[in-house]
């Protein structure tokens, strides 16, 4: 007997983007669709679940509508969630829609649902989850207002929790993109917005609506979710695995292009204000470098894909890659992060190393005000010769981005901003770089 498979929608978004309408809107539909329901919010009372059974759509006490709360199903309630998924997946449903808190990093909840075959296999006996698609509602109207059409996801925080990160998280991992109260801003400023979205996020398709009111066909049986060309699909990701030849070419020709501006008088040299300064969210203490073992070359890429985005010179929206192979001081990268860190800046994630431990590669990444340094694995040129020698034999993309010196050590932060000045920040960069070891 063929084990059932039933379809899964997960929809994101921040706090009042248009979620539950968005719910709602599916539950009403007049397709003959039978829906299950699951809702996660964290506060004691279930917010999003009353106001579904307010809208009549099914009762609070339905079958078919579970609330997970007191917890988020991207951590704390992964385990109730497998079990909720497979209770429902048992029952007479066509297909279950998820609406993950606000507070929700998506990329966890959809490893969960991905590995309950591997990880529960007792809760998939009968029946088993495909997640079909990830939809992320994103707010017009709140782009706008506070983070300047997308421009400010680097400055504004709200009580404790940074939203300019998580709005960036949900827009990095989907498959869809809502652009939601498109009314509420003029034309200009949408296509602003749009420009931002895409620079996060270029692979995703991009619906501009009112109210979440967009045809259900466009939501369901996409099959557009897969996890390696979702958890890829960003424009960080898609920038660190360029070629470092195509990394140098470029940078050769933006030079080659500075100094001919130069020879012609026409370029002109002017300080940017960087913003008020930021604080700095990590402090890198010799616990820092310490930690947890990892195996060698736990964060390296070495996929090369050409990437497809490139910059949107109208809205000043551009992409690059700062690569250089000498480490960094750790005391003068900790002073660029917290005190001359550009506000133009919307976006930065790649590895970086230190000369005081040069084994270690580390993950920096910063999204909004949060900047996280972390332990990512030994570098591949750690290891023994005799196991280093079968690990060039067998990666060719190790073999070409090889260094005699350096070996595979190497600084590799991608950048997305909004009228950021690369030069400025190369040099900034370059500045923290240490030569005599």
Request: glycine share 6%.
């Amino acid at each position: 007997m063929d084990k059932k498979i039933v379809p899964v929608l997960l929809i994101t978004g921040y706090l009042g983007s248009g979620k539950t309408t968005l719910l709602n809107r599916i539950l009403t539909n007049h397709k003959g669709i039978k829906f299950a329901v699951i809702v996660n919010d964290i506060g004691e009372v279930n917010i999003d679940a009353e106001l579904i059974a307010k809208g009549g759509v099914v009762s609070s006490n339905d079958d078919s509508l579970v609330a997970l709360q007191n917890g988020c199903i991207c951590c704390t309630l992964q385990n109730d969630l497998m079990k909720q998924v497979s209770d429902l997946m048992l029952q007479d449903f066509d297909y279950i829609v998820i609406e993950a808190s606000g507070i929700c990093e998506p990329e966890p909840i959809a490893r969960t649902l991905c590995s309950m075959p591997l990880v529960a296999p007792d809760l998939t006996k009968e029946a088993q989850p495909r997640l079909d698609a990830i939809v992320s509602v994103v707010d017009a109207l709140r782009l706008k207002s506070e983070f300047e059409n997308g421009g400010k996801l680097n400055r504004t925080k709200v009580a404790e929790e940074d939203i300019e990160n998580l709005v960036i998280q949900q827009i990095e991992f989907c498959n869809i993109i809502l652009l939601n109260k498109k009314s509420e801003v003029s034309k200009s400023e949408l296509q602003e917005i749009k420009e931002v979205v895409k620079a996060i996020q270029p692979k995703a398709e991009i619906i501009e609506c009112d109210y979440c009111d967009v045809e259900l066909t466009k939501l369901l049986d996409t099959h557009l979710f897969d996890y390696e060309k979702t958890v890829t699909s960003a424009t960080w990701i898609q920038e660190i695995e360029k070629p470092l030849e195509e990394i140098d070419k470029e940078e050769e020709e933006l030079k080659r292009h500075h100094d001919h501006d130069h020879h012609e008088h026409k370029h002109h040299d002017h300080e940017h204000e960087l913003g008020h300064e930021h604080e700095h969210d990590e402090q890198h203490s010799d616990e820092d470098h310490s930690g947890c073992d990892h195996d060698h070359g736990v964060c390296h890429c070495h996929h090369h894909h050409h990437h497809e985005g490139g910059e949107t010179e109208e809205y000043g929206i551009s992409t690059f890659v700062y690569y250089r192979r000498e480490p960094f001081d750790i005391n003068k990268f900790d002073w660029f992060v917290g005190k001359k860190w550009p506000s133009s800046i919307i976006r930065a994630k790649g590895i970086c190393y230190f000369a005081d431990q040069t084994d270690m590669s580390y993950l920096f990444e910063q999204a909004g005000v949060q900047k996280k340094l972390t332990e990512a694995g030994r570098w591949y040129a750690t290891a023994p010769q005799e196991e280093l020698e079968q690990l060039l034999a067998r990666e060719p993309g190790l073999v070409k981005d090889w260094d005699p010196v350096y070996g595979d050590r190497m600084q590799k932060i991608v950048f997305i901003g909004k009228n950021m000045d690369r030069e400025e920040i190369t040099n900034l960069l370059d500045s923290c770089r240490v030569f005599d070891l």
